[in-house]
C-alpha cells in the first residue's frame, strides 16, 4: 500500500476558526486553477474522486482535508488566479490562503501544483516569493508532463529547477503526470519524509523533556 493509500475525506473548512484542532501534522496542496491539482490528489492516493475534478476552474472553494490516520493530514487548498471567480469569493480565498499558509503551526510542507506546459506564472512565482519566509519546504509537481515529449519534459524540469534553486535550498520539483501515474514513488518519498521528520523531531523533543 502507498503512502497516500489510506487517505480519507475528513472535513471541509471555510473559516480559520474551524480547522481542526486535533490535528498534529498537515501538508497542504495548492496551485493555479486548472493546474490538474485535484487530479493529483486522487493520483497519490489511487482514487477517482476523492478530491473532486470539475471541468469548471475554481470549484475548490474551502480547505479540504483528507485524514491519513494518526493525525496527519493532506490539506487540498482553493485553487488560486480564475478571473472568473467573483470578487468577494476570491478575497476570501486569498485571506483563506495567507493566513492559513502563513500562521498554520501544523503546516510541515506545501505540494505546489504548475502545469507543465504552463510553469511558473506570476502568480505561482508570487505564492513562492511569499511563503519563503516561513521557512518551509516547497516541492512542485509539473503536471500534465505526458503532453510533453521528452526533451520538452527535460527542458522544462532543468527551467524550473534552477529558478527554485535561486529561491531556497528547500525548493524542490519533479514531472508528474496524472493520467500515466508517472511520478507517484518520487512525491510519496517527499511528502513521508516531511511526515517522518516530524515524528522525529516530537520523539527528540520528548526525550529532551523526560
Not at 188 to 201: G, N
Amino acid at each position: 500500500m502507498n503512502f497516500f493509500q489510506p487517505a480519507v475525506f475528513y472535513t471541509t473548512v471555510n473559516h480559520l476558526r474551524d480547522l481542526p484542532v486535533e490535528s498534529h501534522a498537515e501538508v497542504a496542496f495548492a496551485g493555479r486553477s486548472n493546474a490538474g491539482k485535484s487530479s493529483a490528489i486522487n493520483t497519490l492516493a489511487n482514487r477517482t474522486r476523492l478530491a473532486f475534478v470539475s471541468k469548471t476552474p475554481g470549484r475548490t472553494q474551502h480547505i479540504n482535508y483528507f485524514s491519513l490516520g494518526g493525525q496527519r493530514y493532506l490539506v487540498d487548498l482553493p485553487g488560486y488566479g480564475y478571473a472568473k471567480v467573483p470578487g468577494a469569493i476570491k478575497d476570501h480565498w486569498r485571506e483563506l490562503l495567507s493566513e492559513y499558509l502563513t500562521q498554520r503551526p501544523q503546516l510541515r510542507g506545501l505540494v505546489l501544483i504548475m502545469d507543465s506546459r504552463h510553469p511558473l506564472t506570476d502568480l505561482d512565482r508570487n505564492m513562492l516569493q511569499w511563503f519563503l519566509p516561513t521557512g518551509k519546504p516547497v516541492h512542485c509537481l509539473l503536471t500534465k508532463s505526458d503532453k510533453l515529449n521528452r526533451s520538452e519534459c527535460m527542458a522544462v524540469l532543468r527551467l524550473v529547477k534552477e529558478e527554485l534553486g535561486k529561491l531556497s535550498s528547500t525548493y524542490s520539483v519533479q514531472l508528474f503526470s496524472s493520467s500515466k501515474k508517472l511520478g507517484v514513488d518520487e512525491v510519496e518519498s517527499v511528502v513521508s519524509k516531511w511526515f517522518d521528520e516530524d515524528d522525529q523531531a516530537e520523539k527528540n523533543l520528548g526525550h529532551r523533556g523526560e
